[in-house]
């Protein structure tokens, strides 16, 4: 299956110069959704996953299923203030500023074996974030599964874990 065939390419957004790479397509087509997720769930099974983890909100949409299809458990990483208990946080660098991830402390315990989930990989400032999150926890981060990678923006680089794409986008 072409998954490119399921993403629409808004240009000038958000703002001039970007291409945007929207997954709704994708999501909202039953048999491409399963495909994502079945590719996916088969790497977390690669690199011995025991919890899926996942940035807000596309990280929730990918990463939910993927948890439900192996019989694990999901932990969704939040903006501040929207945790109701202790949460560990770490901060990351924007285009224009930064921004903070949480994750509750009982998300994890010491030695789970996490895979991250999101739609999109840009410069890694998100997942980057998340993997710090989990050491943070003791925990370990196996890979990082995402629906889009834009590789010339090299987010892969400044993660320590296997990243796992199904679509790549350069330059385009």
Known sequence: MNLKDYVATIEDFPKKGIMFRDVTP?????????????????????VGAN????????????????????????????KPGKLPREAVTADYSLEY????????????????????????????????????LVEKLGAETVGFAC????TDLHGRDVLKAPVFSLLTYEGE
């Open 97 to 132: 500023g930064t921004n903070t991830l949480c994750l509750l402390t009982d998300a994890l315990k010491k030695g789970d074996k996490v895979l991250i989930v999101d739609d999109l990989l840009a410069t890694g400032g998100t997942a980057r974030a998340c993997e710090e």
């Open 147 to 150: 629906a889009i990678e834009l």
């Open 51 to 78: 919890v899926i983890i996942g940035p807000e909100a596309r990280g929730f949409i990918f990463g939910c299923p993927i948890a439900y299809k192996l019989n694990l458990g999901f932990s969704p990483v939040r």
């Open 26 to 46: 994708m999501i909202r087509d039953s048999k491409a959704f399963e495909y994502a997720i079945d590719q996916m769930a088969e790497f977390a099974k690669k």
